[in-house]
């Protein structure tokens, strides 16, 4: 089995009773969301070892963070409670063809209390892949410390990186956001970008300036994820391409944090570029069928039986 490390922080996902204006929404169902787990979920449930570095708020909602978390599989051995930071929480308004907003209740998140020591070798043992995201450090300036600490480790010990910008333009400006990924992107192996989210970066989302970006950073993948349109890879020097499955998405939040989670287990599986493409689109796909952030993550039988159009005997 391989192991991936990943770091974030994570939230009480409020998901509406009805779709529309947030404002004439008068009933939630209580979930769970964060970016960094919804990915670890995701691989949790594809079959790897998943480690989640995470604070939780020392309230009743921190405690359903932790058990729903570790009902998943996720391995917890770097989960720590603090008191008097009380868990944040998202409300989401979803809109009939799946999209949405977010509205933050994000002021003082228990992960501002993580630093930079805290993050130590010993972590890493065994692990194949660490995976970072763009919210961890969206949250706090001190995280970009944090992520280098990381990043540290990983070239020292020669693991491989990937990450994922998810830009949250309600948590930092988009300047804060590229001047701290122009830090991050050396590092990074694997770079999983949303289209509209490299065009904000590197301000082109042409071929030629996406081949660039790869040049100029030294990312041995580009993948640039598409939504409904499907997904590209740049990997020496060669594009490929992969069209989305077809399916009636109710909720798209945590799509990408699947795909993220369905390219690195094929990846890691020796898939080859076309195959872990599809892998990752089926993964982003079947998430979106599902309300809430990660309740749609497949598991592994799941994902195949999608991309092999087989019948999954139901009654
Ligand atoms: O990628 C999905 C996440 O955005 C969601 O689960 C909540 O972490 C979250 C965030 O900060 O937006």
Same mark, same amino acid.
């Given at each position: ?173 988009? !300047? ?7 830090? %991050? ?16 970066? %590197? ?70 570029? !076309? ?41």
């Amino acid at each position: 089995t391989f192991s991936v490390f990943t770091l974030g922080d994570a939230l009480i996902t409020f998901n509406p009773s009805e779709t529309g204006p947030l404002r004439y929404v008068s009933a939630f169902t209580r979930k769970v969301g964060g970016a960094e787990l919804n990915f670890a979920i995701g691989c949790a449930r594809l079959g790897l070892h998943t480690k989640w570095t995470s604070r939780l708020g020392g309230d009743e909602f921190g405690r359903v963070i932790y058990n729903f978390a570790r009902g998943e599989g996720v391995d917890m051995a770097n989960v720590e409670f603090v008191e008097n930071y009380p868990t944040s929480l998202n409300f989401k308004e979803i809109r009939e063809d799946g999209s949405g907003k977010t509205f933050y209740y994000r002021y003082q998140s228990p992960i501002l209390t993580l630093e930079p020591e805290d993050i130590t070798e010993a972590m890493f043992d065994g692990i194949d892949l660490i995976h970072l995201t763009g919210v961890f450090l969206a949250i706090d300036p001190k995280n970009l410390a944090i992520v280098k600490r990381v990043l540290e480790i990983a070239s020292e010990k020669e693991i491989k990186v990937s990450f994922d910008p998810n830009i949250r333009l309600k948590l930092w400006t988009l !300047e804060q956001a590229k001047a701290a990924y122009q830090e %991050i992107f050396p590092y990074v192996d694997i770079l999983l970008t949303g289209l509209d989210e490299i065009e904000m970066i %590197i301000g082109d989302a042409s071929e030629a300036a996406l081949e660039q970006c790869a040049i100029d950073f030294n990312i041995g993948q580009l993948v640039i994820k598409d939504g409904g349109n499907g997904a590209r890879l740049y990997q020496d020097q060669t594009w490929y391409t992969k069209e989305a499955f077809k399916v009636s998405p109710i909720d798209t939040v945590g799509a990408g944090d699947g795909f993220d989670a369905g390219y690195i287990y094929a990846m890691l599986h020796g898939y080859s570029p !076309e195959d872990t493409l599809e892998f990752a689109n089926g993964v982003g796909a079947l998430v979106t069928t599902v309300s809430g952030d990660n309740e749609g993550l497949p598991y592994l039988q799941e994902v195949k039986a999608l991309i092999s159009k087989e019948k999954i005997i139901e009654r």
